[in-house]
């Protein structure tokens, strides 16, 4: 079973620095791009940054510059560095990675598939 797990986030004043974790783990075989959302309270869940495979990186307009995508294929993980960080980033932040996993009904094989972290919460205070 195919698992995201982030860590990192909390609370920080206007202006400071935050990094984000997220660790894939189960039977992978491969992993495609992976990004970074964000859901603020009452809005649509955001795409803030993605990467692929191969290391090429997109960013919302609103982050450019300010925040930075990076990824360990040898650890399956990706990061997010979030410096002069603004209260309208204030959001849940999700990890998210196209995967492709060995999975097993009644026989094995292979299942590409979304998936989704549990959410960890960046608060910025001004």
């Known amino acids: 079973q195919v698992q995201l797990v982030e860590s990192g986030g909390g609370l920080v004043q206007a202006g400071g620095s935050l990094g984000l974790s997220c660790a894939a783990s189960?039977?992978?075989?491969?992993?495609?791009?992976m990004a970074w959302y964000r859901q603020a309270a009452g809005k649509q869940r955001e795409l803030v940054a993605i990467?692929?495979?191969?290391?090429?990186?997109n960013y919302a307009d609103s982050v450019k510059g300010r925040f930075t995508i990076s990824r360990d294929n040898a650890k399956n993980a990706v990061y997010l560095q979030m410096n002069s960080l603004k209260p309208e980033d204030t959001a849940v932040y999700y990890c998210?990675?196209?995967?492709?996993?060995?999975?097993?009904?009644?026989?094995?094989?292979?299942?590409?598939?979304?998936?989704w972290g549990q959410g960890t919460q960046v608060t910025v205070s001004s």
């Open positions: 998210n990675a196209e995967i492709l996993a060995r999975k097993y009904s009644g026989g094995y094989y292979n299942n590409l598939d979304n998936y």
């Open positions: 189960g039977s992978i075989l491969k992993i495609n791009a």
């Open positions: 990467i692929t495979s191969g290391g090429t990186t």
